[in-house]
């Protein structure tokens, strides 16, 4: 299969967390308008974001709430998860460079070993998405041509393969493109640059379809705001847990930014 490291990281699902700041409606925005956050709204749905994760064999870990900064509920673009390793990463964008000092503390307590994406690198771990031992890493607005190099770098000797995207379409790699279980690669044709990257690539038919988290070989997490998508996988046999994550999508997050799967 595509599980790597050792037997203990197979058994292991911990999902990392981070609860929303109270200026959330302040986080970056890229390619969409901004629109009113419902700060209450999105509470209740991070909650509901948790709950599915705790109910399907997660347990869930919460990097310190940080009040003041408002795209760090985002937690997976502060950390790469390699196996026993967490990549540290630098955010392309600057406001968001703060969030990464906790992300590492708690990486550090669970036992991973550091490793630390350095200026002038940028990286944001949105843009790399873990096939087996294939890393696609988007070159997006927030990564660059030297993140992508130390990120090779380390993921060479832990023996991955990196494989570069163009992303211009949308944020992150992972908003126009994630995996199934079995490699088979989702995404949205307004958002893929060029589908010929990936082998057995599937078209979803609603941009929020794109970012699945597979919570186990036979579960995925969906956004309830592509119910075309869910319908298409249930079609493939899967089991779909919708969560609704509107308030986070205003703000150009996804299912998969919302946590970090140490596994
Ligand atoms: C940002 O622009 O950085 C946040 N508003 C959204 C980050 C979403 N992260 C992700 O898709 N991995």
Redesign the pocket.
């Known amino acids: 299969g595509f599980r790597r490291g050792t037997e203990k990281s197979a058994e292991r699902r911990i999902a990392l967390v981070r609860m929303p700041a109270g200026n959330l409606a302040e ?4 390619h969409l308008e901004r629109t009113a956050v419902d700060t209450e709204l999105a509470d209740k749905q991070w909650d509901g974001y948790v709950a599915a994760l705790e109910n399907n064999g997660w347990t869930t870990r919460e990097v310190p709430f940080a009040d003041t900064l408002p ?1 760090s509920v ?1 937690v ?2 502060t950390l790469v998860l390699l196996g026993n390793t967490a990549v540290v990463t630098r955010p392309g ?1 600057k406001s ?1 460079r703060e969030e990464n000092d906790a992300a590492e503390q708690t990486a550090q307590d669970l036992g991973l070993s550091i490793e630390r994406i350095m200026s002038p690198g940028t990286l ?3 843009d790399v998405l873990k096939v087996g031992s294939t890393l696609y890493v988007g070159r997006s607005s927030r990564t660059n041509a030297d993140g992508i190099r130390q990120l090779r770098a380390i993921a060479t000797g832990l023996g991955y393969t990196v494989v570069v995207v163009p992303v211009t379409r949308a ?2 790699l ?2 126009t493109v994630t995996a199934l279980p079995d490699g088979t690669i989702l995404g949205h044709r307004d958002l893929v640059d060029d589908p010929a990257f990936f082998p057995h690539f599937v078209e979803v038919p609603e941009r929020e379809g794109v970012a699945v988290v597979v919570l186990s070989e036979d579960t995925l997490l969906v956004s309830a705001s592509a119910p075309g998508t869910v319908a298409l996988l249930e079609d493939r046999g899967y089991t779909v847990v919708p969560v609704d994550i509107s308030e986070f999508e205003k ?4 299912v ?2 919302l946590s970090v799967r140490v596994r």
């Open positions: 986080g970056q925005l890229t795209d985002f997976e673009d964008a968001r944001e771990g949105g944020l992150h992972k908003t703000l150009e997050g996804c998969t930014c």
